[in-house]
């Protein structure tokens, strides 16, 4: 390449930095939100424009070719930052633990909602039974019941919320006697 090239090249990059800078790097901030952060990446594609320019490569849109090369260093930037050594991290105090109270919480709530189907009127009594104790489809439902797929629909949901009803105030008579 000679020097008459390479001068051309450097002010059609200077043009495009200037007339592109400001747009990279609002977009960068917007993707990393960090200014200085998304300015050395705005930095960084102008350099390995640069560079691809200087090994003959040729760019038909300066613009779209930017932004693509900014993307990409974000996206390589999102790939550095997930991972984390567990060894630093207990380094610094963090403490891995596993708790089944929440497991439990739900375990107990599944079987209380299970017990009070019993008090459901029993229309509703027999749909939700179907439907959360023996786990069928709507589609199943219907088909041993005779009834369209939609009125087994509606009698669930309103199956479940009187059950969100009952369970409710059981929770509150509950805390109520203890």
């Known amino acids: 390449m000679d020097t008459q090239q390479e001068k051309q ?60 090369t900014l993307n990409q260093l ?15 991290l207990l380094e610094k105090g963090f403490e891995p633990s596993v708790s089944d109270s929440g497991r439990l919480v739900n375990i107990l709530d599944g079987e209380t909602a299970m017990s009070l189907i019993s008090l ?28 369209t797929k939609n009125a087994i629909a509606v009698q669930a949901h309103r199956g479940l919320m009187k059950l969100k009803l009952l369970f409710k105030n059981g929770i509150k008579n509950n805390l109520a006697y203890n």
């Open 120 to 147: 459901l009127p029993g229309r509703y009594q027999k749909i939700m039974g179907m439907r959360y104790k023996q786990e069928l489809s709507l589609k199943e439902i219907s088909g041993l019941t005779g009834q």
């Open 9 to 68: 090249l450097q002010a059609d990059l200077a043009m495009a930095h200037h007339d592109y800078q400001k747009m990279l790097n609002s977009h960068a901030f917007f993707k990393v939100g960090s200014r200085a952060a998304g300015e050395d990446l705005v930095q960084a594609t102008f350099m390995k424009t640069w560079v691809y320019l200087v090994k003959g490569g040729k760019i038909d849109i300066m613009k779209a070719f930017l932004y693509h």
């Open 74 to 88: 974000i996206i390589d930037g999102y790939r550095k930052h997930q991972a984390y050594s567990l060894d630093a």
